[in-house]
């Protein structure tokens, strides 16, 4: 399976900062996910990117895919405490996911 | 609604128990995956099946087994459990399509402690 590396493994924000978290891997993707996962709750899907270069866009949320298709990025921008959680990214076919990048935020 | 359905979400057993996590999905899915889920570790794929009674490994089989007999369900079986299996379990699907947006519908997980 593809492996993909994510940091970083923990971040801790004021409510109102921006937050990145990054995706790499070693290998070319034919696409890549990004999942977030609640406390206490399970991963649910955001998004798939799929084109190189493609940058995606969910309200404060703002996914890119690079150029050679081995990166990914989610940022948010203005953070609130609904956006606590771990954030997970997914290489393609057999899905396997990255660590994981556990947001929280202090009001 | 896609709904993937784990039968516990919280199981007690006892080392050198022989222990069965059910999944069942009822969207007709083709792909059905287990992890794990340790704190710092991410999710962790520990088997996987593109079809009725095919199985993959993932990155951590060890110590586990799976059966597919019907498309709908994929269970997970800890043939003799041990302490270091205490975990908590997540079940998925997908459709599988080619080229088009493979979404992994997850269950609501179940942790195990093995004791």
């Known amino acids: 399976g593809q492996q993909v590396m994510q940091i970083p493994q923990y971040q801790h924000v004021q409510e109102g900062e921006d937050f990145t978290t990054y995706c790499n891997s070693s290998?070319?993707?034919?696409?890549i996910q990004w999942y977030k996962q609640r406390p206490g709750g399970h991963p649910v899907f955001l998004i798939q990117?799929?084109?190189?270069?493609e940058v995606k866009k969910q309200k404060r949320l703002t996914f890119q895919f690079g150029e050679a298709k081995k990166n990914s990025s989610l940022h948010i921008t203005a953070t609130q405490t609904t956006d606590v959680g771990t954030y997970f990214c997914?290489?393609?076919?057999?899905?396997?996911f990255g660590a994981g990048t556990r947001l929280t935020v202090k009001p | 609604d896609v709904k993937v359905t784990q039968s516990s979400r919280y199981l007690v057993k006892r080392t050198g128990e022989k222990v069965f996590l059910e999944c069942v999905q009822d969207?007709?899915?083709?792909?059905m995956f287990w992890y794990r889920q340790d704190p710092g570790l991410g999710l962790r794929l520990i088997y996987f099946?593109?079809?009725?009674?095919?199985?993959e490994k993932g990155d951590i089989p060890e110590g586990y087994s799976v059966s597919r007999e019907k498309k709908e369900r994929f269970s997970l079986i800890l043939e003799s459990a041990s302490t270091n299996q205490t975990s908590m379990y997540l079940c998925?699907?997908?459709?599988?399509?080619?080229?088009?947006?493979?979404?992994?519908?997850f269950g609501p997980g179940t942790r195990l402690t093995v004791l």
């Open positions: 998925a699907s997908t459709r599988g399509l080619a080229g088009g947006v493979n979404e992994q519908f």
């Open positions: 290998t070319t993707l034919s696409n």
């Open positions: 990117l799929v084109k190189s270069g």
């Open positions: 997914a290489g393609p076919g057999d899905m396997r």
């Open positions: 969207m007709d899915h083709e792909n």
């Open positions: 099946s593109y079809d009725v009674k095919m199985k």
